[in-house]
């Protein structure tokens, strides 16, 4: 396992943030954390990080006790976040150098590591660019490579598609799909676009008030509503097929004992957005 969690607890000022949460991820996956405003994932990757403090419970990261092997797992480590972490003024090769070197790693290896980053988030074109110069997507891509600089077993992205085109999106995506193929890493990944996390990831965990709720591959989170709606003249009948076709088959003999005319069928699976929100009771979280 990559993170094991168990019975992990955080409060601010009495207010339970993280109450006795348990997690287990994969090494090598995709992992997808979804939650509403306020379910605890920012507290989780932040404890994950070293950000914040836990109040209790155990966590091993990369098979090391997270208490007793601080300097391992955060050399193992990288935390992209939200919000961008870089120089304006300096071009991409710059920032990948200063970085390297405040990373603490070697300077007969600043080169390689700046240039495998750059060729894995495809800036060769802008690494004589100033990062003040370019677009959305370009600094996202400018976060992603410096967070790629240490080589990371465990890569944490915070949102990293936030207020970019739809293109610049799809680029990105694919990039983070290629540093879990071609690197085996191991990938944290927080977002509200429902697609992205279809598309990413192999297994997701819901949070919410401050525990998981539901944890399951991708594709039996999507298929546990399998659902076939059969419009007649006057009625829609509504058949849920997760556990077999026979209430199907009777409802189709039932039609046409009665005589009532098909109008039409739609069938196929709830999206993770509507599962999403059904099971986190689609309250507005402030």
Not at 31 to 49: E, V
Not at 90 to 105: S, V
Not at 206 to 234: A, C, H, M, P, S
């Amino acid at each position: 396992m990559a993170i094991k969690i168990k019975l992990l607890t955080k409060s601010y000022s009495d207010y339970p943030v993280l109450k006795d949460l348990n997690l287990d991820i994969k090494q090598g996956e995709v992992f997808g954390l979804l939650g509403p405003n306020g379910a605890g994932k920012t507290t989780l990757i932040s404890i994950l990080n070293y950000l914040e403090s836990k109040d209790s419970g155990e966590i091993s990261i990369l098979g090391k006790d997270y208490a007793k092997e601080k300097a391992y797992i955060q050399k193992n480590s990288s935390y992209i976040p939200q919000s961008y972490a870089f120089y304006p003024e300096l071009t991409t090769y710059e920032n990948l150098e200063f970085f390297a070197a405040l990373y603490g790693i070697q300077s007969c290896d600043i080169k390689e590591k700046t240039t495998d980053a750059i060729k894995m988030t495809a800036l060769e074109k802008f690494k004589n660019k100033k990062a003040k110069d370019f677009s959305g997507g370009l600094k996202r891509r400018l976060n992603i490579a410096i967070g790629l600089l240490n080589d990371p077993k465990i890569l944490y992205l915070d949102e990293p598609t936030v207020g970019i085109d739809p293109q610049s999106r799809k680029y990105i995506l694919d990039i983070i799909k290629n540093i879990n193929k071609i690197k085996n890493t191991t990938i944290i990944y927080t977002s509200h676009y429902m697609d992205e996390i279809e598309y990413l990831c192999d297994e997701i965990a819901i949070l919410d008030n401050g525990n998981i709720i539901r944890k399951d591959t991708k594709q039996n989170l999507v298929n546990e509503n399998f659902l076939v709606k059969i419009y007649l003249e006057n009625n829609i009948v509504e058949i849920n097929t997760n556990n077999g076709f026979d209430d199907l088959v009777n409802a189709f003999s039932d039609i046409k004992n009665e005589n009532k005319k098909i109008v039409s069928i739609d069938y196929g699976n709830k999206s993770l957005e509507e599962m999403f929100l059904k099971i986190t009771k689609q309250e507005l979280r402030d």
